[in-house]
């Protein structure tokens, strides 16, 4: 039949593209990290990080020893497997001894980054009081941690940007996407951030990778933290081409700023929509002087 | 062995940082009302007042009956459990007739949303109607019924409004983040909108708690109705701290428009970008003066 | 007993509305085009475009042949499904001569894509390397598809807009409120897009229905390529009301281009935050003039 003929067609089209276009398949090699599978990941992290919040089960005194042992062990398993593919897809001509080696990294970076997770959770205490503090709206602890997206954009991010300095490839990116998607925050996981941040709202704010953020610093939505334009990219690889902010520094909405020499001192306040590419001293106040308007 | 000591340390690590600090964690406490059951419960509420939109079993003159008590019989449960453990949160001392208290009032609430919905989709009538004639690309109710994100978000808040206005803790909140998730849209729960309100793209917008907005009013994408910098998080609490739209305000795309005390006159048009902090009269239009260009 | 009296009456209730309000209801209606069957559907052409990258499944030399052609003939039908019944939603008085013609052009069109995917890729190989050559960050063309806003934008909507010119109501534009719900990013499903191109960040990204864009344009977080204020949505409706971008365009964060008959010439950039409502020839550098700040 007809129908039959154009999509058995149609279906020899698809395949002979995947040979002819080897760059966007991944079909002979090594199998990816999938997203679903970072996303399941995430999801278990953050179950840990904040016992209680996120999931159906019952945890108390008797049984929190077995929940939380049997999670780290199959975050364990999981977390290395989604490593060793990670490693592998960077170097897919490796032979039977590298891949023995990447299998041994994959499970040290496991039980490494479970190690951090006590650290982690000390940090975010600081940000929960930060969110607190920061947002007359906030009612509770238990509000915060389960409604804001600054909040957990923050928590995902300290725990890529372990996974970054571990040098795990692409798992970290990933991460940090997968939180994009559900908070409109977009944080590169190489970014430093200090103790006691807080993000308001946030949608759209955007932050890039060798951004360097002191403690008790404050951003609202729209505020981007990025590099002048680029002219080569290898040129600008590895440099430091996004901003300094130093301690309890507040932006608000929509302010950009720019460059990696951009150092903004300790205290200072940049207010909504001010564009910025280079340093102020401590303390400044940086405003945009009243825009003119016309009143019809 | 050497793993499996390491990951037994790892997890004693963090249990023991569980004990550390209590106010993350909800290990013995309440239940929470879990993400996942808020997310339920919410798309429950969008197939009740959008029936046959986003579900895929079949709804006739025969059967409708049966699905919606069904449907709603379901929602009075689930939404009374939420509600329940809400409160439970908020006081976590409570003795068993308080606990009884607080289980009655979760019912009458649960029944009492239910009774509201006739009236919720009284408004969403008129929304949608506002998006067909706010959008020329819009090109039937159906179109804008499943796909536009601003009558999503409408929908969503015209709910957790009214679960905010009972006094329900957390719930509301939790909604309007799970929409500000798929929307890019951030309405605090507490915002009192008029009929007829109309979001065209929406990504980014952000409406605080105590935004006050008449009939008739259009808002574009990045639009902020937020606070003026907040001094101390106590002497604010309450107070209203965001702006008052009247009647048929528009308000371009990235218009910033701050203060409980700033209002914006009926019939007035803010331009796009526009930064206000005090009020206008009614029938203004306000534009950025024509901002200088460089041409190079 | 009394609660459930109350249950009853507010069942009642939200029937009755049902009989009231018709032109929110899909009761009687022909089954709509849902979101989940959309969402889904998404999801296996974007599978079908990037094999390998976001199931779990193992594609070889040896399988993929049945793992693709058993991909094809699944999508062939719900497409077709899909496409049905938004041509029935359009059209609800059809006869049974018109439902199979309908369900003709239904198989038609789900055919049709399938051949166009091959052309479709053709294209993304290209969208791919740019956003390699855009961001001295992206690290690897696997890291660019599995974590890129941007990327799995310009997918979606390559394949949407095959469906829009193909004259499919709906689906199209649901295709790309999925999308913009996971990236932030907003791009009518009518927009015509060239070679090479790539968003940055993307956020709050904003491309009305009848915009062009030439090849090798590049666009940051925040750019609306919008419309003029509407006077009537019927004169509006059809005619050209977004800009042109011409080859090689930079667009910076947050600017703002409006107008049908705005023409950005070929190799212009467009600084950050600039609002443009005129065209401006090729080779043109437009930015701000140094906005006043204040320092205190």
Redesign the interface.
Known sequence: MD?ER??A???E??????RR?G???????T???????VTRLLDELMH?????????E????LT??YV??DR??RL?RDLSAVCYRAFR??DQECDSAQRRDMKQRA?EIS?GL??L??GV??M??GD?QAA??????A?????V?????GVQAITSHRIAHELFKMGV??LP??M??VT?????I?I?P?ATIGASFFID?G??L?M??TTQIGARVKLY??V?L??L??RG??E??GKK?HPTLEDEVTI???A?ILGGETVIGRGSTIG?????THS?APG??????T??????
């Open positions: 129908r154009k999509l067609q149609a279906v089209g698809i395949l002979d593209s995947y276009h760059n966007i398949n991944h079909l002979e090699a199998a990816l990290p999938s997203r679903t599978r840990l990080v904040f016992p209680g919040y996120f999931g159906e019952n945890l108390d005194e929190s020893n939380v042992g780290c062990a364990f897809v960077q499970d039980i479970l190690e997770l006590p959770r000390d975010l205490v929960v607190l503090l920061g947002d007359p709206a009612a509770s602890a238990e509000e941690i389960l409604s804001y997206p490839p692409m990116r990933m940090s996407e994009h998607s559900r908070t409109g977009d590169h190489g709202h949608t759209g955007v890039g990778e939505q729209g981007t990025g590099a334009s680029v990219r290898d600008a690889r081409r608000y909405a929509g950009t909504g929509n001010v564009w910025l102020v400044t106040t940086v405003v945009l002087d825009p003119s308007l016309l009143f019809k």
